[in-house]
């Protein structure tokens, strides 16, 4: 319905469009700048919440043929013009109104607002339902649209290997009936699921709302998580270190590997085996086994005696004079 204070907006302005813009156009410029002012992407934003209000008004009039029509048949006849009563050719726009119904405009939700909610959904989790906003856990109700359903929480703590390879659970919900959730191969600690349309039904025909659970992940005594690779410190012996070696490494939930350690190795160097890490839709990762020369804490005589020897026998270099050197600039 068409109103009086259409004289003195210029909805083409405010989307930064022209008047003879396409509806695809207007959709995707729309699109664009919902994006950027969305009260979920600038949270106590007053100037952005009034941006959105401004471009949502405007999009909800031009995007429908009916009131665009209307509005530019208005905005011809008297552009720029104000009412005031009494005022010169009051009367006359008193007419233009009434024949296209007084009052003030009606924001009605356009049908291609779904597909706007839609992807609001998908980048903040799901707060907002489609058909105009819906009402998100923490309250914002939306221009004309039903409730949206509240969400529900859960947590729940599984062991690495589940973590890693991931399973089928049965949880509690807030409200005592159990649930299942699919956790996925490679979910990370503190990583939350979100399991759509099962939360708390809306309070007047709306969108159900969430189950939300947060997973909180075992430490593994052995191995750590580095993205989709697995990390693990394996000790070899200063003799498999100096000399060279095959040893074994372990790997999760799996077989031994064999890795060859060169001669010459030094703590810390990383040894790579391909695809024995963590399996996801992202991709596989690699198992990352990280020497560490283990130095022996007791020594018998003889072993005493063998390294003494060693030590007379080998290079007359001190290991750390590049250090001392780099130290003194």
């Known amino acids: 319905m068409a109103s009086q204070d259409w004289f003195d907006k210029d909805f083409y302005k405010v989307l930064g469009v022209a008047k003879d813009v396409s ?22 934003d007053a100037a952005a919440e ?13 995007s429908d043929p009916e009131q665009r029509t209307e509005y530019d048949q208005i905005r011809a006849m008297g552009s720029g013009a104000r009412f005031q009563a009494g005022g010169p050719g009051a009367g006359g726009f008193e007419d233009v109104f009434s024949q296209f119904g007084q009052g003030r405009t009606r924001y009605q939700t356009a049908e291609d607002f779904d597909d706007i909610f839609s992807m609001f959904n998908q ?5 907002f339902g489609s058909g105009g906003f819906g009402q998100p856990t923490g309250g914002f109700r939306g221009y004309g649209g039903p409730t949206r359903g509240a969400d ?5 703590t599984i062991d690495f290997l589940t973590a890693t390879k991931g399973e089928t659970i049965t949880l509690q919900g807030e409200d005592g009936k159990p649930f299942k959730v699919k956790i996925p191969a490679g979910v990370s600690d503190g990583q939350k699921i979100r399991l759509r349309g099962r939360g708390r039904p809306s309070p007047d025909g709306g969108e159900t709302g969430d189950i939300v659970v947060q997973i909180t992940v075992r430490p593994h005594p052995v191995f750590t998580r580095d993205g989709l690779n697995l990390r693990v410190t394996v000790p070899v012996t200063f003799t498999e270190a100096a000399l060279g070696a095959t040893i074994e490494v372990p790997t999760l939930g799996g077989d031994p590997v064999k890795l060859r350690v060169a001669p010459g190795t030094p703590s810390g160097r990383v040894l790579r085996v391909k695809g024995r890490g963590v399996a996801s839709t992202k991709g596989t990762g690699d198992l990352l086994a990280e020497v560490q020369v283990a130095v022996p804490s007791h020594l018998d005589d003889e072993a005493r005696a063998a390294l003494e020897r060693f030590q007379e026998l080998q290079p007359k270099e001190n290991p750390r004079s590049e250090l001392m050197s780099k130290a003194r600039g």
């Open 50 to 62: 009034a941006t959105f209000k401004e471009i949502s008004e405007a999009y909800a009039v031009l």
């Open 23 to 44: 509806e695809a156009d207007l959709k995707k410029t729309y699109r664009k700048l919902a994006r950027k002012y969305h009260p979920d992407s600038n949270q106590g």
């Open 123 to 127: 980048q903040n989790g799901g707060r």
């Open 152 to 156: 529900m929480t859960a947590r729940t």
